[in-house]
């Protein structure tokens, strides 16, 4: 478990189905992300499987954001290269759980417990660039903006540039 102000962060857990059908059911949460809307128990199952059993280079670690013990969201950090520890790092809250730090909190926590475990990780992350939200929370966790893809993502019917952030310790 890891732990900040305000949240805990405990590995990702079936039982946390019903919140995170919730965050992954709504479109204005997932828009700017690779996933596809989820609408079943069924398929909230089945991406909790996938998250769960990767275990090749780009398996996940993937972890519930609780508040008070209940799931606000999701956050974790995919392996890129395991030699020299490169990770990537996402993050998905529900709707009314923005405008409030959690994403701010929840990134210094990950970063804080990534660089204890390997002090010479690099973390990447990309946000589509009209996503200001999700811009301004890594740049004020210490990613720095490396380059722009043009047309860079391509999902759930949008078509946008990709800005991409490195963070090392």
Known sequence: ????????????????????LEVWNDFEVI?????NLIQTKEQCHERIDMLINRTDVNFI?????????????????PIRKRDDFECGFYYHYGRKFWGNGYASEVANALKEYIFLESPNATIYADATSVNLASIKVLKSTGFC????TEKGFQNNGLILDLVHFTLKN
């Open 1 to 20: 478990m890891i732990k900040s102000n305000r949240l805990k962060l405990v590995p990702l857990d079936y039982k946390y189905s019903d919140d995170l």
């Open 31 to 35: 828009k700017y992300t690779y996933l």
């Open 61 to 77: 670690n993937n972890f519930v954001v609780l508040l008070e013990d209940k799931a606000i969201g999701i956050a974790g950090f």
């Open 145 to 148: 903006q490396t380059h722009i």
